[in-house]
């Protein structure tokens, strides 16, 4: 089941968008950041890739009413997400990095890294609307798309990933599932994989193309 959950999202994050960096020079605005609460003890903060688990609330800085409380949705479940590929919005993505399991913040979000001109919702957030968040984060677990995933793949250590060496990742891990597979569909899945990630075509998967951050000491 487990690997069902990983190979769904490996599969599905070939066209996510490059969350952070990429657009600064396109405006000035920023993402305001305000720890409210950080545990003593922090040995691991989130990093771009990894799944966490947290409640948020959105709040429209205009005026505080609230638009968004995960608290009331779900039974009240706090909400999984892989962290900076664009799960959510692009403001929330910058200002989940380097937060520990049990941190709080409040961040504000200019409407540049929420929902722009067009609002959102019909109406429910305005056209340009800046956002207040309060999030509460939970828990941070390496996701599918982490620096470790990437290095276990990477048998040869070589920083690509070849198609043998996916070949190699699918069958332990279809080993480990209950259910015996054939040849055929493991070999469908390898294909889509290339054909969605491999976006230079040179039959290598990059850092890049796995979309891991580059200074991750890789
Ligand atoms: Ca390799
Ligand atoms: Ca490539």
Redesign the pocket.
């Known amino acids: 089941m487990l690997f069902l959950v990983r190979l769904a999202v490996f599969l599905s994050l070939c066209g996510c968008s490059n969350a952070q960096g990429q657009t600064k020079e396109e405006d000035t605005e920023e993402v305001k950041i305000e720890v409210l609460h950080r545990p003593e003890n922090c040995s691991k903060t989130s990093r771009k890739g990894d799944l966490l688990n947290a409640h948020y609330d959105g709040y429209l800085a205009k005026d505080g009413s609230k638009f968004y409380c995960s608290r009331t949705q779900d039974e009240g479940h706090p909400k999984w997400f892989v962290l900076g590929v664009g799960h959510v919005i692009k403001g929330l993505d910058i200002a989940m990095m380097d937060m520990c399991p049990g941190e709080k913040r409040k961040v504000i979000i200019p409407p540049s890294f929420a929902y722009g001109k067009e609002g959102y919702a019909e109406g429910k957030i305005p056209p340009n609307a800046t956002l207040m968040f309060e999030i509460e984060l939970y828990a941070v677990t390496k996701g599918p798309r982490s620096i470790e995933t990437f290095k276990q793949?990477?048998?040869?250590?070589?920083?690509?990933?070849?198609k043998a060496?996916i070949e190699l990742y699918l069958q332990k891990d279809f080993e480990k599932d209950e259910k015996p597979r054939d040849k055929s569909y493991q070999k469908a899945v390898l294909e889509d994989i290339f054909k969605k990630n491999d976006h230079n075509g040179d039959g290598?998967i990059s850092p890049k193309e796995y979309n891991v951050h580059q200074h991750d000491e890789l």
């Open positions: 793949i990477d048998t040869d250590n070589d920083r690509q990933l070849s060496e290598f």
